[in-house]
């Protein structure tokens, strides 16, 4: 089968190979991926910014789709046909992850999904919503379940409640429609016009931009009138936690699921008690919560916002492309 590999540091490393086609063993099943989607954290695994995998060569990318071909002894849930993705923590099945459930993470410590063919065992798998093509189901592992964990999991958003979602990266968009779907209002910032312009199509109420709103924090809350906003998605980190606490109403969550702004919580104690508010490290999210997830795209018809698709040749270009920040929505490589 076709594949690709990552067998040293640098994108220049991922290299297409041949390998022997898998069988599934019991329990488990043979899948043909059909489209693999990326994610910043994929360009920092194969640039070694992130946390190395521990053995080299790895099959890079966490996110895939694709049909169920073949299935070994004793899977009772799925079948040939089923079309289906990868969990991002194959071994996390529900609740707090108290013991090595987070130790496998796909596309890192285990091999991912740029490739034709992948045996997953029949519970490391979650049926995709029925209308997805498998570019579009490709897109939600990562990305979609951390903005459902941030959201419903973590923050359990009502109709009504108002979402504060930082930016337009792909984790923000999923939770600029997630947040819309759950019946909230979804105010948006960002640094680009044209992405917030964007982000108004995808349903944002309001819309910030911070170069020419430095307190954006208080400009949120004041279209809340003055109340605060029940939830703030942080993705920035050291530079944007102080507006975020500015933003929050007493006893709102913030949800952390990223640092693109800075990796230390730069914050005043004094800020955390005088909001009472509730701070989350969000990292991805458990098999229970991604069929939640599944099962609720499926109900509300959501599609997700793809940038641009890339053909298994150009595998290399497309991991490049996440780095310069340029795209609103998805990346994908078809396989």
Known sequence: MKAYELAQFGIEHVQRVLMDDPTPGPGQVLVKLNAASINYRDYMICMGQFAPPEDLPIVPLSDGAGEVVAVGDGVTGLGIGD??????????MSGDALGDERAVSTGCEVDGCLREYGV????????????LTDEQAACFPCAGLTAWNALVTTSD?????????????????????????????????????EKLKRAKTLGADDVINYRDTSEWGLAAKELTAGRG???????GGTSTLGQSFKAIRRGGHIPII??????????LV?????T????????????????????????????????????????????????KGAHVGKLIITI
Request: with cysteine; net charge negative; aromatic share 8%.
């Open 157 to 193: 958003v009502q109709p009504g409640d108002s979402v504060l979602v930082l930016g337009t990266g792909s984790v923000s968009i999923f939770t600029v429609q997630f947040a819309k779907a759950l019946g909230a209002r979804v105010i948006v910032t960002s640094s680009s016009d």
């Open 258 to 267: 990223g640092a693109l702004a800075g990796e230390k919580m730069d914050m």
């Open 83 to 92: 079309h289906v993705s990868p969990l991002f923590f194959p071994r996390w």
């Open 229 to 235: 906003v029940d939830v703030v998605v942080e993705v």
């Open 270 to 274: 004094y800020d955390l008690i005088g």
């Open 120 to 131: 997953f065992d029949e519970q490391g798998v979650v049926k995709c919503a029925s209308h």
């Open 276 to 323: 009472n508010a509730h701070v989350h490290g969000i990292s991805v999210g458990n098999r229970h919560d991604c069929q939640a997830m599944m099962d609720f795209v499926d109900q509300h018809g959501i599609t997700p916002v793809i940038d641009q698709t890339y053909g298994f040749d150009e595998a290399a270009d497309a991991i490049r492309a996440i780095d």
